[in-house]
């Protein structure tokens, strides 16, 4: 009952997950590129699920392209 007073509003925040299991937020910095960071306070924040999927899928997309060329050394899941 008190959700329905409230009208609670919910955010979904991207998470990055390394190759041991440890898991680090991502915020996104002036030239709107993303960073890990330990904040999850300044993560960044995204209102819709779908969209959050859809940004999560096409992250993980570039993170295998760039760990396939050895642009990156570990690989990241979103």
């Known amino acids: ?26 915020s996104i910095d002036y030239r709107g590129q993303f960073f890990p960071s330990v904040n999850t306070s300044s993560a960044y924040k995204v209102v819709e699920k779908d969209k959050a999927d859809k940004l999560a899928s096409r992250l993980n997309a570039l993170n295998e392209l760039n760990h396939e060329f050895g642009i990156v050394q570990e690989l990241m899941t979103i």
């Not at 609670?8 to 190759?19: A, G």
């Open 1 to 26: 009952m008190a959700n329905e007073v409230v009208n609670k509003k919910e955010n979904y925040i991207l998470v990055q997950v390394d190759e041991k299991g440890v898991e680090t937020a991502l």
